[in-house]
T-cell receptor, first 113, second 115 residues
Framework: QQQVKQSPQSLIVQKGGIPIINCAYE??????FPWYQQFPGKGPALLIA?????SEKKEGRFTISFNKSAKQFSLHIMDSQPGDSATYFC????????????FGQGTRLTINP | NAGVTQTPKFQVLKTGQSMTLQCAQD?????MSWYRQDPGMGLRLIHY???????DQGEVPNGYNVSRSTTEDFPLRLLSAAPSQTSVYFC??????????????FGPGTRLTVL
């Protein structure tokens, strides 16, 4: 049972483009939605996170859009760079159960120069 | 701070062998967790702990044991390794009482192969 579904599995974008990665969740008790970035051979690192009381959050070139009624959230990367090439994971948890994250399947993003 | 450290980085086991994956953190975090990462499946929670002496099961606990005798350490034991346990294992820690920050930090991972 996959509680968080992520798409696409892989994505190739030209430098400067805006890759968009989508996630959908089932459990309405989730109220903490982080995105993680993982480079080869490394552990995931927190990129940006949102709670469902807001519909959008921006940090630098990274934006999360959140649609509570549709139970969907997405990551947008503005002005993408080759250094953004990595695997991205969405996740969800109940607020103070943030140590009990449920992850999406991951998206391998490639930014071509 | 070293953050979250894991040893070993790589390990090859034969079916039926046992071993312990080590995890330590120096951030005074209350919570620690173990995940496994398999291709196309993201990360799945194996076991977690909300403090010394307190552990609980995650999504895929079978074949693994944990204990938390100190705040800093959270070892993961494979009791009798099986090929299905071939995976990359990540330890994570979170929650500082001092700052209230609940961000989860991950270690660099242990790549385990069971033959």
């Amino acid at each position: 049972q996959q509680q968080v579904k992520q798409s696409p599995q892989s994505l190739i974008v030209q430098k400067g483009g805006i890759p968009i990665i989508n996630c959908a969740y089932e459990n309405t008790a989730f109220d903490y939605f982080p995105w993680y970035q993982q480079f080869p051979g490394k552990g995931p690192a927190l990129l940006i996170a949102i709670r469902p009381d807001v519909s959008e959050k921006k940090e630098g070139r990274f934006t999360i859009s959140f649609n509570k009624s549709a139970k969907q959230f997405s990551l947008h990367i503005m002005d993408s760079q080759p250094g953004d090439s990595a695997t991205y994971f969405c996740a969800a948890s109940m607020e103070w159960g943030a140590q009990k994250l449920v992850f999406g399947q991951g998206t391998r993003l490639t930014i071509n120069p | 701070n070293a953050g979250v450290t894991q040893t070993p980085k790589f390990q090859v086991l034969k079916t039926g062998q046992s071993m312990t994956l080590q995890c330590a953190q120096d951030m005074n975090h209350e919570y620690m967790s173990w995940y496994r990462q398999d291709p196309g499946m993201g990360l799945r929670l194996i076991h977690y702990s909300v403090g010394a002496g307190i552990t609980d099961q995650g999504e895929v606990p079978n074949g693994y044991n944990v204990s938390r005798s100190t705040t800093e350490d959270f070892p993961l034991r494979l009791l009798s390794a099986a090929p299905s346990q071939t995976s990359v294992y990540f330890c994570a820690s979170s929650y500082s009482k001092r700052t209230g920050n609940n961000e989860q930090f991950f270690g660099p991972g242990t790549r385990l192969t069971v033959l």
